[in-house]
């Protein structure tokens, strides 16, 4: 794929990104932007996602249970290795969107995340808010979320409208519930949105290729599995802003980043090879 010029994608977003999503999103913690990406863009990075799951990391995993029908595979951290991911992060507009939506001046890349469930999937991704799982602080953060196949309402990812604001809450295992981020009982448990859907502000939206969701990332967000012969291949990618700084825990992240506390101390700004600028 040919790299577009700067010139070209910052056009792109002032189309695609408007000023009533800039507001959505600091009001309610997510947004869904229609056709950012064009073919080539969509057929790199399913080019690159299929790359992925024929070699994996020793980071990926199957988050779904032995019996499910499916398969729920996850993999963290490829942008070095996969040259297909690389490529689409640097040259489509995703960071200029993400700077927008943040209200940020600058973007630094956090990390890419290949989400992939396999027809008949059953497993569920439960509600939960990302950002007690990471090794940062901050307000200007934001996560895209980047299918490569159409997705339904029943199977997109839903939000709780405005979750954003806080309070942080107790990260757990999706499998077993386990508290194995912060101490049992340090933070507030989850709200069981299932269980009163009616009583909370949902946010959902089917997808195309070419669409994406975006979101800050203590938004509270699930997802459902994927029924009958489709598949639901997602790139996610993590991006953060001005105010984000390294907070350094006494457990391993998800993802982590062995050696990093050594590299920078905590409440450092995020300089490091490993999360390069992305847009100034």
């Given amino acids: 794929m040919k790299a577009p010029s700067l010139q070209a994608l910052q056009q792109r977003v002032k189309e695609?990104?408007?000023?009533?999503?800039?507001q959505d999103f600091q009001r309610d913690g997510a947004v869904c932007i229609r056709q950012l990406l064009n073919a080539d863009e969509v057929a790199l990075l399913r080019d690159g996602i299929?790359?992925?799951l024929a070699a994996p990391s020793a980071r990926a995993k199957v988050a779904s249970r032995p019996d499910d029908p499916g398969r729920f595979f996850e993999d963290f951290c490829n942008w070095q290795s996969l040259p297909q991911l690389g490529q689409?992060?640097?040259?489509?507009?995703?960071a200029l969107a993400a700077q927008r939506l943040m209200a940020s001046n600058t973007?630094?890349?956090?990390?890419?995340?290949v989400l992939v469930k396999e027809p008949g999937t059953r497993q569920r991704t439960p509600w939960h808010q990302d950002q007690p799982y990471y090794n940062i602080e901050g307000q200007q953060n934001i996560s895209l979320w980047?299918?490569?196949?159409?997705v339904a309402r029943s199977a997109t990812l839903e939000f709780v409208a405005g979750s954003h604001k806080g309070p942080w809450l107790m990260p757990r295992t999706f499998m077993d519930n386990q508290a194995k981020w912060f101490p049992e009982g340090s933070l507030s448990d989850l709200p069981d949105v299932e269980a009163a859907r009616d009583q909370f502000p949902i946010l959902g939206w089917d997808i195309e290729p070419g669409d994406l969701v975006c979101f800050h990332m203590l938004t509270l967000h699930a997802a459902g599995g994927?029924?009958?012969?489709?598949r639901r291949r997602v790139f996610s990618v993590r991006f953060m802003g001005d105010d984000i700084r390294h907070a350094p825990r006494r457990w391993a992240t998800s993802p982590d980043f062995p050696g990093l506390e050594a590299e920078l101390p905590a409440g450092a700004t995020m300089d490091h090879p490993l999360f390069p600028?992305?847009?100034?």
């Fill in 16 to 22: 695609r990104v408007t000023d009533q999503m800039v």
């Fill in 50 to 52: 299929e790359a992925n």
């Fill in 88 to 94: 689409f992060i640097q040259d489509t507009p995703l």
């Fill in 107 to 113: 973007v630094r890349l956090y990390h890419d995340h």
């Fill in 146 to 150: 980047i299918p490569v196949d159409p």
């Fill in 226 to 230: 994927v029924e009958g012969s489709n």
């Fill in 277 to 280: 600028l992305m847009a100034t």
